[in-house]
């Protein structure tokens, strides 16, 4: 057996108590000098910790979530018994069979090759802290600056620990494609998994004789240390963001967007809402022109039921049409922590002031986050509406399965010619997105020409 050595984390410069956020080695780990160990993040960095000798790992003393500061032990390692390492060998024949913070220090100063932490980015929060960044860089390399720089460009280099490395070289994986999940991008083993997956289906999808060139084949997503640029503020996304982001990208780049747009003249619904909102005062529900929307638009959606469908494979791989005969609606609602969207179901059952009642209840239970995963299922058809808001038109974003969706931006008053001269009328703008695998052009043009006629004569929605 060879020598057990104690590695302790270096001078990592003024940090103290700083987390460890990955472990990359397990027990029985053959591991090379400068294979990274650990990993650490400060409020301003993330430090990888190598290994400063060739070894097995026989104990791991660190795990995620402990908090480390210069001379804590992480790992102990039976040296490798290389015959020409100076490195290992100069450690070996010291006395003391633990390689002490001082000795790596020394060794930081001697050679490239020591467990000189790793920095793999910056996140300076203000000026004062860009100065607290050269200091820190001085502190980690007190003397001169390593051989090889240490300082890692995250433009260049993808982040993965060794294992996951090691994983990648097994497969003939370049990390350098794959956008990585962890913490700081960092590409975790499923991310090598994933990659690999979706390699392998779109071969599948393609054919026996697929060529690679049939993939998307993109350029690796842009790695840049930003905090090289100026002071930087770090904000996690909500959970919501992160669960409609990973919906809203997966639908961009599946489903071939087409957006049509139109407009409706709603002058006198304007007029009859505000009728039915002086009647409806002692009710106490608002008459919103969405509820109006949802109810002619069902008559839309019952004249063109290809708008009210999903596609779906069946078992035998053949994509069908299923075509909805229920008129559930979701509308998107705008809350603190995102984008949500509610379901307000059997429309086609309600009346106006019913459908109101529910979309103030639902607005609300959303802007609270106390929405039931049921309140947000089952809708055949979305509407998106900017219109308390502002703007003139927009490209949303379809939710799939459904196959389109309605963005309705402001109405204003538009000179209108009418008869012989311009007359004001009050114009909504219409943004239909469709899924053109199922909707053709001139069928999304029908339907938003429809959908503008009943709005300008509410009356057409009876029929
Ligand atoms: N044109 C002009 N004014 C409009 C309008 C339109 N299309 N739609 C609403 N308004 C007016 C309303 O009449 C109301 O004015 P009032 O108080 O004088 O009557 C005001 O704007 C506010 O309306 P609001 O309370 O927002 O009701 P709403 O029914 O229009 O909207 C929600 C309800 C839930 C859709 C809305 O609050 C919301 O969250 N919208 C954002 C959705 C979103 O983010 N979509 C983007 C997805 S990519």
Redesign the pocket.
């Known amino acids: 057996m060879g020598e057990l050595k104690t590695v302790r984390i270096p001078d990592i410069g003024d940090f103290s108590d700083v987390p460890v956020i990955e472990v990359f080695v397990q027990n029985g780990n053959q591991i090379n000098a400068e294979d990274s160990l650990i990993a650490l993040e400060s409020d301003k960095a993330t430090i990888d910790i190598p290994a400063p000798f060739t070894g097995m790992i026989r104990e791991i003393k660190v795990k995620p979530g402990d908090k480390v500061s210069e001379g804590s032990p992480i790992a102990v390692i039976e040296i490798a018994d290389t015959g020409g390492n100076a490195d290992a060998e100069s450690v070996s024949r010291k006395p003391d069979s633990e390689a002490d913070s001082t000795e790596q220090n020394k060794r930081i100063k001697e050679t490239a090759s020591g467990n000189a932490p790793r920095v793999i980015s910056h996140t300076a929060q203000n000026e004062s802290d860009k100065g607290a960044i050269e200091t820190e860089e001085k502190l980690i390399y007190p003397v001169s600056p390593p051989i090889s720089p240490v300082v890692v460009d995250a433009s260049i280099k993808a982040h993965a620990g060794p294992s996951v490395r090691r994983f990648a070289r097994e497969l003939g994986v370049n990390l350098d494609l794959i956008t990585g999940s962890g913490p700081k991008h960092r590409v975790l083993k499923e991310d090598v998994q994933a990659f690999v997956k979706a390699g392998f289906s779109r071969m599948r999808t393609n054919g026996k004789n697929a060529s690679v060139d049939m993939g998307l084949d993109l350029l690796p997503w842009p790695r840049v240390d930003f905090a090289r640029y100026g002071p930087l503020e770090i904000k996690s996304l909500s959970r919501i963001k992160q669960i409609a982001g990973a919906n809203l990208h997966r639908n961009w780049v599946m489903i071939p967007h087409v957006t049509q747009f139109d407009e409706a003249d709603i002058t006198d619904l304007e007029a009859l809402r505000k009728e039915s909102n002086a009647a409806e005062k002692q009710a106490a529900v608002k008459l919103?022109?969405?509820s109006f929307l949802m109810k002619a638009l069902i008559a839309s959606l019952k004249k063109f039921p290809e708008f009210n469908a999903s596609l779906d494979k069946n078992a035998n791989g053949e994509t069908n049409l299923i075509i909805k005969r229920y008129y559930h609606i979701g509308?998107?609602?705008?809350t603190i922590n995102g984008?949500v969207v509610p379901v307000i179901r059997d429309v086609d059952q309600k009346g106006v002031v019913a459908i109101a009642r529910e979309?103030s209840e639902l607005?609300v239970l959303a802007r609270e986050g106390k929405l039931k995963p049921e309140q947000m299922q089952g809708a055949g058809f979305t509407i998106?509406?900017?219109?308390?808001?502002g703007g003139t038109a927009f490209t949303?974003i379809i939710n799939a399965p459904e196959v389109a969706i309605l963005g309705?931006?402001?109405?204003d008053y538009k000179p209108v010619y009418r008869d012989g001269q311009f007359v004001p009328r009050l114009i909504?703008p219409l943004s239909l997105s469709y899924d053109h695998r199922v909707i053709d052009g001139a069928a999304a043009a029908r339907f938003t020409s429809h959908l503008a006629e009943v709005l300008t004569d509410m009356r057409l929605a009876l029929l």
């Open positions: 919103t022109l969405l509308f998107a609602v705008d984008l979309l607005s998106s509406s900017l219109g308390g808001i949303p309705v931006s402001k109405a909504l």
